[in-house]
C-alpha cells in the first residue's frame, strides 16, 4: 500500500512469487487484453512512461510485453493510477513475473471519495495518512473530513482560540457515555480530557502527503446544525445566547456570519480544495421559529418559513464561498427551502434529493444511507462489535448502482461520483474504523471507477479476498470476509406455511415509513433479515392489528410472529400478544395471549416469536400486538405465520 512511483521499481525487484492475471486488479479496468507470455522483473525492470493526450487526466494505458512495461497517460494522476495497477499486479512486488497484457483504463467517475468522521472520535495524522495509502490504491480521489460536530471541533481557527482549547475536548472517551451524560466539554489538558484537535501543520502535512497521491482533501464544517460545540465555546451565536442549550446557529445575528467567514477564510486559506463542505444537514431549527433576532431576519428578507431562513444562510454563505473562488458542497438537505446557485449537493437521505438536484442543474455525489453508511454492521448483529444498527454487508454496498433509471438522461453529467461514509459515533479506535472501511470502501471505489458493465460481485468477492490478506499483511485491521456469517438464515429461502397467499385485512393502518411490501407482505413468505430496513420488515407507531384470512376452515395448529428489538432506532417488543380467531369473520374467540419477557433495556439486536400451538379448525385469525409503553417506540414485524 505504501507505494509511490519510484519506489515500487525497488519493491518489484525484490518480487519473488509465480505469474499473476490482470483479473487481481481492483477497480477492474476499462479493458483489458492478455497477449501472450509473460515478463518476469530484473533488478533494473523496463518501465517507461510516455505522456500522450487522453481523454481525461486520470486515464492511462498499459503494454506489459515480454520486454517490459508501457505506460501512456496524459497527466500525473493517469500515471500514477497506471503504478498502482502495476502494484497491485505485482501483489507490491510480492511476485515477480506478471502476464503479458494490454490495458486500457478510465474511471467512471470524477468524484470517488471517502468521509472521516473526526469529530466523534479524534483520528491521529498518522491514521489519515495510511488510510490515504489505501484509497489511493483503489484509485479513490477525494477524502471529506468532518471536522466539526457536537462531539467535537477539530481544526486549529487562529480567530477562535476556544474551538480548540475547550470545544475540542470531553470528559467522556465513550461517545454514548458523553451522550448519555450532560454532554459538556473540558478544558485542554484538565484531567481526562478526551479529544485533540489538528494544528494547521497537521493539515498542511496530511494535504502534502494526499496531494502526492492524487487525493484532495475536502474539510466540511458543519452549519447551521451539529454546532452544539461551537456555541457552547460562543454562546453568543446560538439564538439563545447560553451554552448547553443550542445546537443551531443563529442566523439572524451578523455575528454568526463574521464567526462563519473567519472560520471559513481560514479554511480556505489552509485547504486548496475544489470544494468547501458546509454540511447542512439535520438542523432542528426550533429556537428559530421564536428567536427575536430570526424572526426579524424572516421579515426583513421576506422569508416563509424557517427552511428558507436556512436556505437563506446558505446562500449567504455559499456566496461567500464562491467569491473565494471555491464550490461549496452540503448535504441533501440544503434543498430544504431552495438550492443556492452552483451547489453540490451530497445525497444521503437516499437517492431522491440527489435527482431533484441533478434535474435543476447541480452536481452531485451519491452517498444513500442504505448503502454507503460503512457505520451500519457489516455482518450478522450479533457476530459484530456494537454499532449504530442496521446491516450492509459488503455484497449490498457493492450492489449500489448511482445511475437510477429516472434520471433523465440530460442530466447525468451532473452525476459526479460516489462516497463511503463513516459516522464514528460508536467507533472508538482506529482499528475498529479500519475494520468497518475495509473492504466496503473498496466496492465503492469500483463503482467509483469501473464502468457498469464490468463490475460482477462475484468477480469483486474473488479479487478481494487477497487484497484484504494482503492490507493485514500491510497492518489493517480489515473485516475477514472468509468468515462471513451472512444474512438471517430464514431469510435466504422462503417460508413455507399455511397462510403464505392469504389476504390481510389491516384493522390499523400500515405506517407509510416501513410499509415493507405493503398489504400483503405479513403473508408473503419472505421473513426479514438482519435490518429493519431491509424492506421486509413492517414497521408499526400504533398496535398492530391485522386479521388473516385463510379462504376456508382450516385446520390450525400454531400461530406466530416473529418481533425484532433494537434500542438505537426505538424498536421494541410488543407489550403483549392476543390471537382470535373466527370461521366466518363476525364472531372472534381469544385462543391466546402472549406477553412479553424482553426488558427494553437490552439495546442489542434480539428477535422474539409471539406464538401460540393449538388445535382448532378456523379460517379468519385476528392478531393483536399491544404497543410496550414505550412512548414514540416502534413494532417490527415479519410474518405472520400459520399452521
Ligand atoms: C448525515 O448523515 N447526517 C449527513
Ligand atoms: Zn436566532
Redesign the pocket.
Given at each position: 500500500m505504501k507505494f509511490l512511483l519510484p519506489l515500487c521499481l525497488l519493491v518489484i525487484a525484490a518480487a519473488e512469487l509465480g505469474a499473476q492475471t490482470p483479473e487481481a486488479i481492483i477497480p477492474v479496468p476499462s479493458e483489458y487484453t492478455l497477449t501472450g507470455g509473460t515478463y518476469r522483473f530484473k533488478e533494473e525492470p523496463s518501465v517507461k512512461v510516455v505522456r500522450s493526450a487522453m481523454s481525461c487526466p486520470e486515464a492511462y494505458s498499459m503494454k506489459i510485453t515480454r520486454n517490459g512495461v508501457k505506460i501512456k497517460a496524459s497527466g500525473d494522476a493517469g500515471i500514477f493510477y497506471a503504478f498502482q495497477t502495476l502494484d497491485q499486479m505485482t501483489r507490491g512486488g510480492r511476485i515477480k513475473e506478471i502476464l503479458c497484457c494490454e490495458i486500457n483504463d478510465s474511471p467512471r467517475f470524477r468524484y470517488r471519495g471517502m468521509h472521516f468522521d473526526v469529530s466523534r472520535h479524534f483520528r491521529s495524522v498518522e491514521f489519515l495518512k495510511k488510510q490515504i495509502d489505501a484509497m489511493a490504491s483503489f484509485k479513490m480521489n477525494r477524502m471529506h473530513l468532518h471536522l466539526t460536530d457536537g462531539a467535537g471541533w477539530r481544526l486549529q481557527i487562529d480567530a477562535y482560540p476556544r474551538l480548540t482549547e475547550f470545544a475540542a475536548w470531553r470528559p467522556q472517551q465513550i461517545w454514548k457515555d458523553w451522550w448519555t451524560a450532560d454532554r459538556h466539554y473540558a478544558e485542554e489538558g484538565s484531567a481526562g480530557a478526551y479529544g485533540g484537535y489538528y494544528t494547521k501543520d497537521d493539515i498542511r502535512e496530511i494535504i502534502e502527503y494526499a496531494h502526492q497521491r492524487h487525493i484532495e482533501v475536502i474539510p466540511e464544517i458543519e452549519m447551521p446544525g451539529h454546532s452544539e460545540e461551537v456555541l457552547a465555546a460562543y454562546p453568543e451565536l446560538?439564538?439563545s445566547g447560553l451554552p448547553y442549550k443550542q445546537a443551531d446557529f443563529?442566523?439572524?445575528?451578523e455575528k454568526t456570519f463574521e464567526f462563519l467567514e473567519t472560520v471559513l477564510s481560514e479554511v480556505i486559506e489552509l485547504f486548496p480544495s475544489e470544494y468547501i463542505h458546509i454540511g447542512g444537514d439535520e438542523a432542528g431549527k426550533g429556537?428559530?421559529k421564536t428567536?427575536p433576532?430570526?424572526q426579524k431576519r424572516m421579515r426583513e428578507e421576506n422569508l416563509g418559513d424557517v427552511d428558507e431562513l436556512q436556505s437563506y444562510m446558505i446562500h449567504r454563505i455559499s456566496e461567500f464561498v464562491s467569491s473565494k473562488g471555491r464550490k461549496i458542497i452540503g448535504w441533501d438537505e440544503i434543498l430544504d427551502g431552495g438550492l443556492a446557485p452552483g451547489a453540490t449537493v451530497m445525497s444521503w437521505r437516499g437517492t431522491q434529493g440527489g435527482i431533484e438536484s441533478m434535474a435543476m442543474g447541480h452536481d452531485v455525489i451519491m452517498c444513500p444511507g442504505n448503502f454507503c453508511y460503512l457505520d451500519h454492521a457489516q455482518d450478522a448483529p450479533f457476530r459484530e462489535p456494537e454499532s449504530i444498527g442496521g446491516y450492509l454487508p459488503l455484497e449490498i454496498v457493492y450492489g449500489y448502482e448511482p445511475e437510477d433509471v429516472t434520471m433523465p438522461k440530460e442530466s447525468l453529467d451532473h452525476l459526479i461520483g460516489v462516497q463511503a461514509n463513516l459516522w464514528s459515533e460508536y467507533i472508538p479506535s482506529d482499528q475498529h474504523a479500519e475494520y468497518m472501511y475495509w473492504p466496503r470502501a473498496i466496492a465503492l471505489a469500483e463503482t467509483g471507477w469501473s464502468s457498469r458493465g464490468n463490475r460482477d460481485y462475484d468477480s469483486f468477492r474473488k479479487r478481494v479476498m487477497p487484497v484484504l490478506e494482503r492490507m493485514r499483511e500491510d497492518g489493517y485491521s480489515t473485516f475477514c470476509l472468509e468468515n462471513e456469517y451472512g444474512e438471517r438464515k430464514l431469510a435466504q429461502s422462503g417460508l413455507k406455511h399455511k397462510a403464505v397467499g392469504a389476504s390481510v385485512k389491516y384493522n390499523q393502518p400500515i405506517n407509510m415509513s416501513y410499509p415493507a411490501s405493503g398489504e400483503t407482505s405479513l403473508t408473503d413468505g419472505v421473513a426479514g433479515g438482519w435490518s429493519n430496513s431491509d424492506g421486509r420488515w413492517q414497521g408499526f407507531l400504533s398496535d398492530v392489528d391485522v386479521t388473516v384470512d385463510l379462504g376456508e376452515v382450516t385446520p390450525v395448529h400454531y400461530v406466530g410472529a416473529t418481533f425484532m428489538q433494537l434500542a438505537g432506532p426505538y424498536i421494541f417488543m410488543p407489550e403483549k400478544v392476543e390471537i382470535y380467531v373466527s370461521r366466518d369473520g363476525a364472531e372472534f374467540g381469544l385462543i391466546s395471549e402472549i406477553w412479553n419477557d424482553v426488558s427494553v433495556k437490552c439495546p442489542d439486536l434480539l428477535f422474539r416469536s409471539f406464538d401460540t400451538l393449538c388445535d382448532i379448525e378456523t379460517r379468519y385469525i385476528r392478531y393483536v400486538a399491544r404497543q410496550g409503553g414505550v412512548p414514540g417506540g416502534w413494532l417490527f414485524l415479519d410474518e405472520i405465520i400459520v399452521n
Open positions: 446560538g439564538c443563529c442566523p439572524g445575528k429556537l428559530w428567536c433576532d430570526c
